[in-house]
């Protein structure tokens, strides 16, 4: 049990959670008899399901800071209708559609974030109107037509990565998208530990660390393979590459940023915060304004995986996104959640979508079965919570509490009631 | 009992004027670190605090007492920097200071903690304690947490707060132990002086024993120390010198080694020939 632990513990925080994402694509691989993990299967999961990633990582930002967007499925939406508009009839090149449409993405967050910051409307107001002003601007701007995206807006939502080089009987972008993550684990995990070492803190031990770096790069090389062997033309898919670009550059801010820091505490105690010196308003534009920004950029990969934006983009996009960051473990009342539990929260979404739909579920039962996952999920948390014990995602996440009780030798003796449960991921 | 100044007044005794300190020298005959000279400030017709001196030397625990709206609180916001006064003025080593912010008086060297713990449940203990300040690797570079990891240690380890992990979030632990940290917060800037507006106002027996721990402990490390309470025992276990205000206004000075409860209580209340010793 100890062993196992020391594994999981560490720096890999994320660790846990990928392995109970793991665990329900391998079970969904075994309920299908083998349809889960095929490479077609695979990249459909990801440009599908893409966008919805794209927003969960702006919203886990808003909902830590304490609000909520519901306007980004509209914002999504009417970018996307000027972005094909630009292009077809107003003579615009792909590319500088593609900054148009981000610019669109940040003056509607700069008007949301400065009713929701400076005006001091409440986020779910502000964007409650924002996703009826913004869906009706949708229509009104491309006249409930559907207008189709050129070729280069298509790679970025439907499009593979090139082939090139020698045969290696992989495509051999997502072999060197695999080796530079396998290499990136190994640099990141050998830095904590100098930096652990340099803190004087006891260090995990050698073994348990390279047996961690060992599943993980298994588990890379595995879908460099899955994503790499599919029919020739295809590999990892351009969506998908976005997206992780984004989540480390998000995970980055949310984690070794003051921006980062600051959007915690104002979710936290904005009382406290304040009287830190944390600017609070102009936190909360900044998360807002992200959030547009980034739903823009998910409704011009969403108008190139389909082809053309239409009068119904974006519809109940803002409910995905937040069932996603909930299954991720943020909390309602703010101030709790990560990035990348809320990627996963949503590929967890994804997985179940796919995964129910291959074993000939139909949606009605798919739509129960998603509502059911996100209500246990959050009650799991709320149960957690209630009884003093980590999140769910806590629980997964337990390795940094035990790493901290290892530093520290033994628990602090002033307080009894030290939540130490045996993670779920010990058993 | 205006030391070094011409200010004290006949019949003053001997011992209300003893050194203070035990290093030998005489705390009167130091220039205090934070001195409040006839500083009044009125709320529209009120005078919360009317012509209040006030001397605080390093490496000295000042107690200030006093009933509800006897003035203590507005004081401590006055040295904070929040409210200003309306007259007097406040000097630092004998300069005369303006304290025109919080930002202006953490540049001073006065720390103030308020009374209600204000920190960020879902943040660990060195989130908190850098919050606002947080270090990074370069300006504009992202946090040095590695710094600010060492820097936390030290600050806790030298006020022996006795929290092991500065990784745990606060709401882990303990009251007591979250007043350490608001405490541990305010040395986060270096002060030389150190305001504490009722800081064991909701703790229990154990846990107001370890925070006043912390005031000897602020004391020992050279800190210039004011201390705002209720509870006459706790200030009497950990102070060096008494003063008393009622009604905004000075109403007594006690040495707290030679000072009984009884004399100070009627100091508080006002008792009519109860001022005899300390008056000034």
């Given at each position: 049990?100890?062993?196992?632990?020391?594994?999981?513990?560490?720096?890999?925080r994320?660790?846990?959670?990928?392995?109970?994402?793991?665990a329900?694509?391998?079970?969904?691989?075994?309920?299908?008899?083998?349809?889960?993990?095929?490479?077609t299967?695979m990249?459909?999961?990801?440009?599908?399901?893409?966008?919805?990633?794209?927003?969960?990582?702006?919203?886990?930002?808003v909902?830590?800071?304490?609000?909520?967007?519901?306007?980004?499925?509209?914002v999504?939406?009417?970018?996307?209708?000027?972005v094909?508009?630009?292009?077809?009839?107003?003579?615009?090149?792909?590319?500088?559609g593609?900054?148009?449409g981000?610019?669109?993405g940040?003056?509607?967050?700069?008007?949301?974030?400065f009713?929701?910051?400076?005006?001091g409307?409440?986020?779910?107001?502000?964007?409650?109107?924002?996703?009826?002003l913004?869906?009706?601007?949708?229509?009104?701007?491309?006249?409930?037509?559907?207008?189709?995206?050129?070729?280069?807006?298509q790679?970025?939502?439907?499009?593979?990565?090139?082939?090139?080089?020698?045969?290696?009987?992989?495509?051999?972008?997502?072999?060197?998208l695999?080796?530079?993550?396998?290499?990136a684990?190994?640099w990141?995990?050998?830095?904590?530990?100098?930096?652990?070492?340099r803190?004087?803190?006891?260090?995990?031990?050698?073994?348990?660390?390279?047996?961690?770096?060992?599943?993980?790069?298994?588990?890379?090389?595995?879908l460099t393979?899955?994503?790499?062997?599919g029919?020739v033309?295809?590999?990892?898919?351009?969506?998908?590459?976005?997206?992780?670009?984004?989540?480390?550059?998000?995970?980055?801010?949310s984690n070794?940023?003051?921006?980062?820091?600051?959007?915690?505490?104002?979710g936290?105690?904005?009382?406290?915060?304040?009287?830190?010196g944390?600017?609070?308003?102009?936190?909360?534009?900044?998360?807002?304004?992200?959030?547009?920004?980034?739903?823009?950029?998910?409704?011009?990969?969403?108008?190139?995986?389909?082809?053309?934006?239409?009068?119904?983009?974006?519809?109940?996009?803002?409910l995905?996104?937040?069932?996603?960051?909930?299954?991720?473990?943020?909390?309602?009342?703010g101030?709790v959640?990560?990035?990348v539990?809320?990627?996963?929260?949503g590929?967890?979404?994804?997985?179940?979508n796919?995964?129910?739909?291959?074993?000939?579920?139909?949606?009605d039962?798919?739509q129960?079965?998603?509502?059911?996952?996100?209500?246990?999920?959050?009650?799991?948390?709320?149960y957690?919570k209630?009884?003093?014990?980590?999140?769910?995602?806590?629980?997964l996440?337990?390795?940094?509490?035990?790493?901290?009780?290892?530093?520290?030798?033994?628990?602090?003796?002033?307080?009894?009631?030290?939540?130490?449960?045996?993670?779920?991921?010990r058993? | 009992?205006?030391?070094?100044?011409?200010?004290?007044?006949e019949?003053?005794?001997e011992?209300?004027?003893?050194?203070?300190?035990?290093?030998?020298?005489g705390?009167?005959?130091?220039?205090?670190?934070?001195?409040?000279?006839?500083?009044?400030?009125?709320?529209?017709?009120?005078?919360?605090?009317?012509?209040?001196?006030?001397?605080?030397?390093?490496?000295?625990?000042?107690?200030?007492?006093?009933?509800n709206?006897?003035?203590?609180?507005?004081l401590?916001?006055v040295?904070?920097?929040?409210?200003?006064?309306?007259?007097?003025f406040?000097?630092?080593?004998g300069?005369?200071?303006?304290?025109s912010?919080?930002?202006?008086?953490?540049?001073?060297?006065?720390?103030?903690?308020?009374?209600?713990?204000?920190?960020?449940?879902?943040?660990?203990v060195?989130?908190?304690?850098?919050?606002?300040?947080?270090?990074?690797?370069?300006?504009?570079?992202p946090?040095d947490?590695?710094?600010?990891?060492?820097e936390a240690?030290?600050?806790?380890?030298?006020?022996?707060?006795?929290?092991?992990s500065?990784?745990?979030?606060?709401?882990?632990?303990?009251?007591?132990q979250?007043?350490?940290?608001?405490?541990?917060?305010?040395?986060?800037?270096r002060?030389?002086?150190?305001?504490?507006?009722?800081?064991t106002?909701?703790?229990?027996?154990?846990?107001?024993?370890?925070?006043?721990q912390?005031v000897?402990r602020?004391?020992?490390?050279?800190?210039?120390v004011?201390?705002?309470?209720?509870?006459?025992?706790?200030?009497l276990?950990v102070?060096?010198?008494?003063?008393?205000?009622?009604?905004?206004?000075?109403?007594?000075?006690?040495?707290a080694?030679?000072?009984?409860?009884?004399?100070?209580?009627?100091?508080?209340?006002?008792?009519?020939?109860a001022?005899?010793?300390?008056?000034?």
């Amino acid at each position: 049990m100890k062993s196992l632990g020391q594994i999981f513990s560490g720096g890999a925080r994320q660790f846990g959670m990928v392995f109970a994402l793991l665990a329900l694509v391998l079970a969904f691989q075994v309920w299908t008899g083998g349809k889960v993990l095929t490479s077609t299967n695979m990249q459909n999961i990801i440009n599908g399901n893409s966008y919805v990633l794209i927003l969960a990582i702006g919203m886990v930002l808003v909902i830590i800071a304490g609000h909520i967007d519901l306007s980004v499925g509209s914002v999504a939406a009417v970018t996307g209708i000027i972005v094909a508009l630009a292009i077809r009839d107003w003579g615009f090149p792909w590319w500088a559609g593609i900054l148009l449409g981000l610019g669109v993405g940040a003056v509607i967050g700069a008007w949301q974030g400065f009713l929701v910051a400076y005006v001091g409307i409440p986020g779910f107001i502000t964007t409650l109107a924002g996703m009826m002003l913004f869906r009706g601007a949708n229509q009104a701007i491309g006249q409930s037509n559907t207008i189709p995206v050129p070729d280069e807006i298509q790679y970025l939502g439907a499009g593979y990565l090139p082939e090139w080089g020698p045969g290696t009987g992989l495509n051999n972008s997502t072999l060197l998208l695999g080796v530079v993550a396998i290499a990136a684990l190994v640099w990141r995990e050998s830095r904590r530990r100098a930096s652990e070492r340099r803190l004087g803190a006891e260090p995990v031990p050698m073994w348990a660390v390279v047996t961690r770096v060992a599943i993980l790069s298994l588990v890379i090389v595995g879908l460099t393979y899955v994503f790499g062997s599919g029919r020739v033309g295809t590999s990892f898919p351009v969506a998908g590459v976005i997206l992780l670009v984004l989540a480390l550059v998000y995970a980055f801010v949310s984690n070794r940023t003051i921006t980062g820091r600051h959007v915690y505490a104002v979710g936290g105690n904005r009382a406290a915060a304040a009287l830190s010196g944390v600017n609070i308003k102009r936190t909360n534009f900044f998360v807002m304004l992200n959030m547009s920004v980034l739903a823009s950029l998910a409704g011009i990969v969403f108008i190139g995986r389909s082809t053309a934006s239409g009068p119904f983009d974006g519809t109940n996009w803002e409910l995905d996104a937040i069932a996603a960051v909930f299954i991720g473990g943020a909390a309602v009342s703010g101030g709790v959640g990560t990035v990348v539990g809320s990627i996963i929260g949503g590929l967890v979404m994804a997985v179940l979508n796919n995964g129910l739909q291959l074993m000939g579920v139909g949606s009605d039962s798919t739509q129960m079965i998603k509502g059911l996952v996100l209500l246990a999920a959050v009650a799991f948390d709320v149960y957690n919570k209630t009884q003093g014990r980590p999140s769910i995602i806590g629980l997964l996440l337990q390795n940094r509490r035990r790493q901290t009780l290892l530093e520290g030798g033994t628990a602090d003796p002033a307080v009894p009631d030290a939540p130490a449960p045996e993670p779920a991921t010990r058993s | 009992m205006r030391r070094g100044s011409v200010l004290v007044p006949e019949g003053v005794q001997e011992e209300t004027v003893v050194p203070m300190t035990t290093d030998g020298l005489g705390a009167w005959s130091r220039t205090p670190v934070l001195s409040l000279r006839q500083v009044t400030r009125r709320y529209r017709r009120v005078e919360a605090l009317d012509a209040v001196d006030l001397d605080v030397h390093a490496r000295e625990v000042v107690a200030l007492v006093g009933d509800n709206g006897a003035g203590k609180s507005t004081l401590a916001r006055v040295v904070a920097g929040v409210e200003q006064p309306d007259a007097g003025f406040v000097e630092m080593d004998g300069a005369p200071v303006t304290i025109s912010s919080p930002g202006a008086a953490h540049a001073l060297g006065i720390a103030t903690v308020f009374q209600d713990p204000a920190l960020c449940d879902n943040l660990s203990v060195v989130a908190n304690l850098f919050l606002g300040r947080e270090l990074r690797v370069r300006p504009g570079g992202p946090l040095d947490e590695e710094r600010m990891v060492r820097e936390a240690r030290q600050i806790l380890d030298d006020l022996t707060t006795g929290i092991t992990s500065v990784h745990r979030t606060v709401n882990e632990l303990s009251n007591g132990q979250r007043q350490a940290i608001t405490i541990a917060r305010a040395m986060i800037t270096r002060p030389r002086v150190v305001v504490l507006d009722e800081p064991t106002a909701a703790l229990s027996v154990v846990q107001t024993a370890e925070v006043l721990q912390l005031v000897t402990r602020l004391r020992e490390m050279g800190l210039g120390v004011v201390l705002i309470s209720h509870d006459l025992a706790d200030v009497l276990a950990v102070a060096d010198r008494v003063e008393v205000l009622r009604h905004g206004r000075n109403n007594g000075s006690f040495d707290a080694a030679s000072s009984s409860q009884e004399e100070i209580v009627a100091a508080i209340t006002g008792a009519p020939g109860a001022r005899g010793r300390a008056f000034r």
